[in-house]
């Protein structure tokens, strides 16, 4: 079945830091890409996504490119800010329209000043 | 617009009461979703509903747990009886007909605790 496998935290950086969650994938078919974030007693919210291979999903300074070759989707940002510190979720769908999403585990990130 | 809303936020629930989690989606939107994560694990797909019909149930764990969307607006999620494994938090999300993938608008979660 479709899997998502992303690295576990908790993820502590220094405020300023350059950011690397890695995320990868095994899926049935032809998936789409999805970060999704969740801020302190807040939803999940979309960061970012990409629908085909090579593609950069961009956000708030975030970025991740679609790599098909390593069927990963690592998410990265340049210079992370205390108000980055939330959970970060990567996630697939093979299905076209609005069906489900396969999600991975969830790496908590926390930015200190 | 007013977003996804779900209620409660919190609850805390003995083995073997029952539970009953509302989710009101955005006005309008046809597609409705359930999701659950149980403490570290992924956030696992429960059903999903297109108005009032379920489109996809292949994620409800079992038979103690009982989805509905009447008229197609609000959808509630029961447990009963609930048990301990079900502890986590459930995740509304809604999107319009024809949105595109990952095109949803995720509540902010209802945390369920049994004891």
């Known amino acids: 079945g479709d899997s998502v496998t992303q690295m576990e935290g908790p993820v502590t950086l220094s405020e300023e830091a350059f950011l690397t969650i890695n995320c990868t994938y095994t899926a049935t078919g032809y998936p789409s890409l999805f970060w999704y974030v969740q801020y302190p007693g807040e939803g999940l919210q979309l960061l970012l996504k990409?629908?085909?291979?090579?593609d950069k999903g961009s956000n708030k300074g975030f970025e991740a490119t679609y790599r098909k070759e390593t069927t990963s989707f690592h998410l990265e940002k340049g210079s992370v800010q205390v108000s980055d510190s939330a959970v970060y979720f990567c996630a697939l769908s093979v299905s076209g329209g609005a069906d489900g999403l396969t999600f991975g585990k969830g790496t908590h990130l926390i930015i200190q000043p | 617009e007013a977003g996804v809303t779900q209620f409660p936020s919190h609850s805390v629930i003995e083995k073997g009461q029952t539970v009953t989690l509302r989710c009101d989606p955005i006005?309008?939107?046809?597609?409705l979703y359930w999701y659950r994560r149980v403490m570290g694990k992924e956030i696992k797909f429960l059903l999903h509903?297109?108005?009032?019909?379920?489109?996809?149930e292949s994620g409800m764990p079992n038979n103690r747990f009982l989805a509905e969307r009447t008229g197609g607006t609000y959808s509630t999620l029961k447990v009963q009886p609930a048990e301990l494994e079900d502890s986590g938090v459930y995740f509304c999300a809604s999107s319009p007909q024809g949105a595109k993938r990952g095109g949803y608008t995720f509540g902010s979660g209802t945390r369920l605790t049994v004891v």
């Open positions: 990409a629908t085909k291979a090579d």
């Open positions: 509903f297109v108005k009032e019909s379920k489109q996809d």
């Open positions: 006005s309008g939107h046809d597609n």
